[in-house]
């Protein structure tokens, strides 16, 4: 954890210009390649001079034939800040990001190599590119090989970040003050189970929207794709646009001003799941100003969650929020722009392959195409094959549910890596369509309630009205969290309220909301405006 031996004289030296060459001949252990090394000047594509590393490690074949190695690139800035981030990736893996440190906010320049500190990323233990001849299911083929699942899941972190911080102090020549972990999505589950599994690795960890409970979340797609396909046999016309934003707009006159505000944002999250009755945009015979049986009961449906025989929850139910209507959410529910993909959403398509071959067991070898994909979520029998997520077999002995969740995920404690001192902040925008706001709360209430009702003394959770799977959409978007988080780790002050505004680039937030700002509150408490500049975060309080 931090380095307490580190005296502020040192740490004033840190942002001398680095003495180290950028070269490959830096000492690794056995099976960890260099593969090159290049000094990136300033410009278009760097934030600030730095060195890029690549190189791989675990190179293996795989039970399956194929080859895999754990791939990686560091970039080692030549005025270091003295911190490193392991910056987790989404998806699937199988391609390693540019190791700039993204920070969650719709300010896409704002990352963690720009303020200095040292990053490495990683493709996760997989190389997609090597399994294009499967098609579009290609990016799940890996799951047909148990080493690369438990890659995936846990063991890529585990493995890359001991050496990838070596090699940072290596090329230093100094030891990191301080280390975190940043990601989003999937990105964001490598962080939780990070805090699960390796509790001494970070001093704190930037938790975004999480799919920490994965291969649950991946039978939401088997129910999303059935129940709109029930409603016109066609997922991109279940749902006119029009069709959701008049549903949001109903969401928003029921729940708008619950926290003393009506200003497009439904601060109060919990209040709303209380009020809102979607059989109010619903008429008996469809018009311009409602919606059909058929679609409300559709939407029912999946807001529901799926449920097992005897109607038990086999993942979580969602909130109700007008980011219903944002491009992402349509993007990853009802249709994309994508036509090799025949313009089918994410889940239809990369969410089919993933559940077929990753998160059930044993895998199911899935066909590559569009209808392919989708015809696998339409014939999948929720109630009966979900048991295959936590199922193992011969050459699999851990369920997808073992090698993708933090151990404990139903009853989370984390003393360990409490006791080591670490901090962990979590985002997670309650229009999300991918991984349910309300599942990281009930995961969130039973880590407070393990720990004395104090689990803010190590955790805080920030829901984001609006905002979808990821920055954008009705949502105060721009934000700075690793900030608080940093602050929390080094000098001991805990986050409260953190400022939000509309991002200039996010198109429908300036469209819904205008250019406002809002405090982001730490869970369970809620945005409530208090009088004033209603444009303005000064006039609103966490309550």
Partial sequence: MSRTFLCSSALALLAAPVWAECTTDLPVPEGVTLTAAEALPQGEDSPLAHCRITGQMNAREGVDGMAYALGFELRLPDEWNGRFVHQFNGGNDGEVKPAFGPLLSGNKEDTALARGYAVVSSNAGHDGSLFKDFGLSGGARFGFDPAARA??????????????????????????????????????????????????????????????????????????????????????????????????????????????????????????????????????????????????????????????????????????????????????????????WGNKPIIAVMGAASLAQIFTTPPTQVGGSPDELEQFLLDFDIAKESRQIFATSEGFDESAMAFMTPPNVDNPKLAEFQAAGGKMLILHGNADPVFSVLDTAAWYDKLDQNNGDDAEGFAMFYPVPGMPHGAGGPSTDGFDVLTPLVNWVENGQAPGAIPAHVTAGNAEGQAALGDISRPLCPYPTVARYKGGDEASADSFACE
């Fill in 151 to 340: 890659a995936y899941g846990y063991t890529a972190v585990r493995d890359l970040n001991p050496v990838a911080s070596a090699l940072t102090e290596e090329f230093y020549g100094r030891e990191i003050a301080y280390s975190y972990g940043i990601g989003g999505s999937n990105g964001g589950r490598h962080a939780m189970v990070a805090a699960a599994r390796m509790p001494g690795a970070f001093d704190g960890l930037l938790v975004g929207y999480p799919g920490f409970n994965l291969p649950r979340a991946a039978l939401q797609h088997a129910l999303d794709v059935q129940a709109f396909h029930s409603v016109s046999g066609d997922l991109k016309t279940a749902f006119s646009r029009e069709d959701l934003t008049l549903f949001a707009d109903k969401i928003l006159a029921a729940c708008d001003g619950l926290d003393g505000l009506s200003d497009g944002l439904v601060g109060d999250m919990t209040a709303c799941l209380a009020t809102f009755d979607s059989h109010g945009a619903m008429c008996a015979e469809q018009s311009s100003g409602c919606l059909s049986e058929a679609q409300v009961t559709a939407l029912d449906r999946i807001f529901a969650g799926p449920m097992d025989d005897s109607g038990a929850p086999l993942y979580s139910d969602w909130a109700w929020d007008p980011g219903i209507a944002s491009g992402n959410w349509r993007f990853w529910k009802l249709e994309s722009p994508i036509p090799p």
